[in-house]
């Protein structure tokens, strides 16, 4: 937030009033506070400071007799300026580059004698341009700045008599002059005391002229509404709210006001939170080691102290989020898993220096940036071995494959193989995938020819990665199928027989 406010009284901010004949003119504070008004120029003068060059002419021609800066264009000479230049028949140029923020309405006024112009971005404003002896008179413009910086240039040029010049520039505060915005407030910055629970804030000076104050709101991350904390002068402040539990985030914006009334946006608004959280996981699994590696980025906070890292591998049930550890690093490597197609889950919890740790929900999130699963490559084959029976059919012989049910067993389909008695090829008669929670019966009717000669069958299990469980007993039979024969009925025997 970027009210106009003028820039802090360091090297010429805020401004005082001096009077030259009946210009009021406005003064850096720097000088008044006993700063010099004019120092040499190095390679460049301090923010908002003129840079001031004298000239032994009134062409401001050649190389400059003297080069320093100058708070202020505020002069009177009854000789020469400065060694090296006539007391008569020179020139003093003052230039100066500044950040005007939201710009708006100002004055620039100026009292001279003899021949004094003024620039702004290189366009003349004021032009007084006459030798007056030692008469000096005064003149003054409303203009408006846009925002952002420019450049202001005064000519003055001393053709006889005493030599006497000040310009200012101000902005105009009244409300019915003055409507615009001041920009919003930059550089927010937050500190989170963990003992006090308390937060403070900090912004950067306006770039503005006319600043009024600054007002700070607060609003949980969780709503919509601002509430005002302070309204101060100052850029920085604590808020009187104590954090309830060390958990709960709030944001924070700085919004600026000019002396016009006129109020800027909000600055960006600036999250605090008091317990640091992991801003996101990744993980990735090593075949050749077994292991699974897990990093994020490393936490800065000053009241940040350690991670704590869980696992979960019950994804089908309650589950449980046991800690692995804890460290100060982000990263960390786990002890070899099995490699069975199943999902690892796996956490990074923080605690801050007070010793509130991240809340840890029981159950899976796969939404937070604090967890992330993974798919563990499957190289375990399914230990289900199905059973196979037989059966005559209609032109054939079936075969039927009885399984459980696929919520409690590690295959997701099976395949039924076939080869005549003697030979060595087996072919697949049947495959079937089986639904994630449904039966898991293959059953086929093998049409053979009736010849009478004997085959072979046998079966396994499969999972989703390839892996295959061992065979089955191998069973056999004839086709077509011997027809069993009937048990005697003994009632019948017992009857026929008079017993």
Not at 56 to 64: E, L, V
Not at 111 to 116: H, R
Not at 242 to 264: F, I, L, M, Q, W
């Amino acid at each position: 937030m970027h009210p106009k406010s003028l820039v802090a009284a360091r090297t010429g901010g805020v401004m005082s009033a001096v009077v030259l004949g009946s210009l009021l003119v406005a003064v850096p504070q720097a000088e008044a506070a006993g700063v010099p008004k004019a120092a040499a120029a190095g390679s460049a003068c301090s923010a908002n400071v003129y840079k001031r060059t004298f000239y032994k002419n009134t062409a401001f021609s050649g190389k400059p007799v003297k080069t320093d800066c100058d708070s202020a264009v505020d002069q009177k000479w009854s000789g020469a300026p400065v060694a090296g230049v006539p007391k008569d028949k020179f020139g003093v140029r003052w230039s100066v580059t500044r950040d005007f923020g939201s710009g708006g309405p100002f004055t620039f006024a100026v009292s001279a004698t003899d021949g004094v112009r003024v620039y702004l971005d290189g366009v003349r404003k004021i032009d007084l341009w006459k030798n007056t002896g030692d008469t000096a008179r005064s003149k003054s413009v409303n203009l408006t700045i846009p925002s952002g910086k420019h450049t202001l240039r005064v000519d003055y040029v001393n053709w006889s008599g005493a030599a006497k010049v000040a310009y200012a520039y101000k902005p105009r505060t009244a409300a019915k002059y003055d409507k615009v915005k001041p920009l919003a407030p930059t550089g927010v910055k937050t500190a989170y005391n963990v003992k006090s629970r308390k937060t403070t804030v900090s912004w950067s000076a306006n770039k503005e002229m006319d600043l009024g104050n600054y007002s700070l709101y607060r609003r949980p991350v969780n709503s919509n509404a601002w509430t005002k904390v302070a309204t101060t002068t100052a850029r920085t402040h604590t808020d009187p709210l104590v954090n309830p539990d060390d958990r709960t985030p709030y944001y924070y914006e700085v919004r600026a006001k000019d002396k016009a009334g006129n109020v800027s946006t909000g600055s960006a608004d600036t999250i605090v939170r008091p317990l640091p959280v992991v801003a996101s996981l990744t993980g990735s699994y090593d075949p050749k080691t077994g292991k699974v590696s897990l990093k994020w980025p490393l936490n800065t906070e000053p009241h940040f102290d350690h991670y704590t890292v869980l696992s979960n591998d019950e994804p089908n049930k309650v589950g449980t989020w046991v800690p692995l550890g804890t460290t100060r690093g982000n990263t960390w490597t786990t002890a070899p898993v099995v490699p069975d197609g199943e999902w690892r889950h796996y956490r990074v919890l923080v605690t801050n220096d007070n010793g509130t740790t991240t809340y840890s929900w029981h159950g899976l999130s796969a939404g937070s940036a604090d967890e992330v699963w993974l798919e563990v490559p499957d190289r375990v084959a399914p230990v289900y071995t199905p059973d196979v029976t037989l059966r005559s059919c209609a032109g054939g012989v079936g075969v039927t494959v009885d399984g459980i049910l696929t919520s409690f067993r590690d295959f997701t389909g099976a395949a039924i193989e076939r080869r005549e008695r003697g030979t060595g090829a087996w072919s697949v008669i049947a495959r079937k995938e089986f639904p994630p929670r449904g039966d898991s019966t293959v059953s086929v009717c093998d049409p053979l020819p009736a010849d009478g000669r004997a085959y072979e069958y046998r079966a396994r299990t499969y999972d989703k990665a390839g892996n295959h469980s061992p065979y089955s007993t191998v069973v056999a039979t004839t086709y077509p199928m011997p027809v069993p024969t009937p048990e005697p009925d003994l009632g019948e025997r017992t009857a026929s027989s008079g017993r």
